[in-house]
């Protein structure tokens, strides 16, 4: 999932070059050097690269994870690493217009890298106009699960969850249970619980924050204003302070005692790592659930099977010693050998179709190929990037907190969004 690494980049950009000044270590000439911003295991990554220094001699030298403020510096410095790997491509596009990241189509040559082996939607995340300034290294989808006890107890059939959105309303209000007190005991949905979903939500409502080919600012269009107040009738519904007190009382996201899995909600929105090894079936084995796209509007059936794909992106600093080094280990982490091992560990989505045939995969259970059949749904999406995604984001974070918590007009709200960023996009797109 991509991370708000940067506030506004060309300050920090600034700052960059001045810890920069201050001297960088000497790289080793005969070593690769490989960032990646994520990796709860670095020995597991570490020992992935180790075959390629037993493909091909030379030695890679994995860093992981790698904290945000140490990038910017690193690339504006003299001394970047080989490859970087990037959370999500929302900042491959802003270091590419600020000249500190390659455009990669001399590296996709150098190393034989096969394009039509990758799904459209992660790729197009990388695409700046006819520009490829990344490339997709695994990536993620967001799905509905449900709890089938909780299903059942509520009078609903357990193996047959909400076919539209507005069905999942109707379902969520017989899934919560209040208390003798008013308080709430079980809660149906939550729209936004672990975190923002309004990406998937105003695909599903037929639209985006930008235009599908990322050159306009659509931030209040009305498939945004739909998705906002299809959110907002939740927190009206429950009342805010009391769904805020119940929340208040869940368990850590990665315990037994996460509030899908105590019971406590009964449908979520929830990525493919929830079915792999280190959630579900570790921390919760015992747990009956089910696994399905999330439902579209009753009056839209045609855009059922809709999911945005956001992951991870890989890039070529500028100021590399070897570009054509670069490229050929960029070419191996993008064989599908590669891809299919390094994200069945980690039980995520693989970006390459001949990867996706792996058997870990298929091993990984009927649950997670809901998500990889989902990748080959004409209604996948990417979420679009543009050099001013790290704004974006902040302010639509802002917009939806005052929208759901303070009852904020979503129009108004939305409005406001557009009117104040529309300049800065049209200035950053150079129109």
């Known amino acids: 999932m991509s991370k708000k690494m940067f506030g506004v980049l060309s300050v920090l950009l600034v700052a960059s070059m001045l810890l920069t000044a201050c001297g960088a270590k000497p790289a080793d000439e005969n070593v690769l050097r490989v960032w990646i911003q994520w990796g709860d295991n670095p020995q597991q990554i570490q020992e992935l690269f180790d075959k390629y220094t037993a493909e091909t001699g030379i030695k890679v030298e994995v860093t992981a994870p790698i904290d945000d403020d140490k990038v910017l510096p690193a690339l504006t410095g003299s001394n970047p690493p080989d490859i970087l790997v990037l959370s999500g491509g929302d900042a491959a596009k802003s270091f590419y217009k600020e000249g500190l990241v390659l455009e990669l189509s001399e590296s996709i040559t150098t190393g034989n890298i096969d394009m039509t082996d990758m799904y459209e939607p992660p790729l197009s995340q990388c695409r700046q106009g006819d520009k490829i300034v990344c490339l997709p290294w695994g990536t993620d989808a967001y799905a509905l699960f449900w709890n089938k006890d909780l299903f059942e107890a509520a009078g609903l059939d357990p193996e047959k969850p909400p076919s539209t959105m507005e069905e999942l309303v109707e ?173 069945c560990y980690n039980a995520n989505l693989p970006t390459s179709k001949k990867a996706a045939e792996a058997q870990c995969f298929k091993d990984l259970g009927e649950k997670f190929q809901v998500f990889v059949d989902l990748m080959a749904s004409p209604n996948a999406y990417a979420v679009i990037t543009t050099p001013i995604s790290f704004e974006m984001n902040d302010a639509l974070g802002a917009a939806e907190e005052a929208i759901l918590l303070t009852g904020a007009d979503p129009k108004e709200t939305l409005d406001a969004v557009q009117a104040e960023f529309e300049p800065k996009f049209k200035e950053a797109m150079g129109q």
């Open 171 to 343: 379902y969520a209000e017989k899934l919560t249970v209040v208390g003798p007190d008013g308080s709430l005991e079980q809660v149906g949905f939550i729209p936004n619980h672990s975190w923002s979903h309004t990406d998937l939500y105003v695909r599903n409502f037929g639209g985006f924050w930008y235009s599908d080919d990322g050159s306009a600012l659509t931030a209040n269009s009305q498939a945004m204003i739909d998705a906002l107040t299809w959110q907002q009738q939740f927190y009206t519904k429950y009342g805010v302070d009391n769904l805020q007190a119940f929340a208040s009382g869940f368990g850590e996201y990665s315990s037994p005692d996460a509030p899908f899995y105590a019971g406590k909600v009964a449908m979520m929105v929830e990525g493919e790592w929830q079915v792999g090894p280190n959630f579900i079936p570790k921390l919760k084995p015992e747990l009956n659930y089910g696994v399905a796209a999330f439902p579209p509007p009753a009056d839209h059936p045609e855009r059922a099977g809709t999911i945005v794909n956001q992951g991870t992106a890989v890039v070529i600093p500028t100021g590399v010693a070897d570009k054509e080094a670069s490229a050929k280990l960029l070419a191996w982490m993008m064989s599908p050998a590669i891809v299919a091992e390094e994200f």
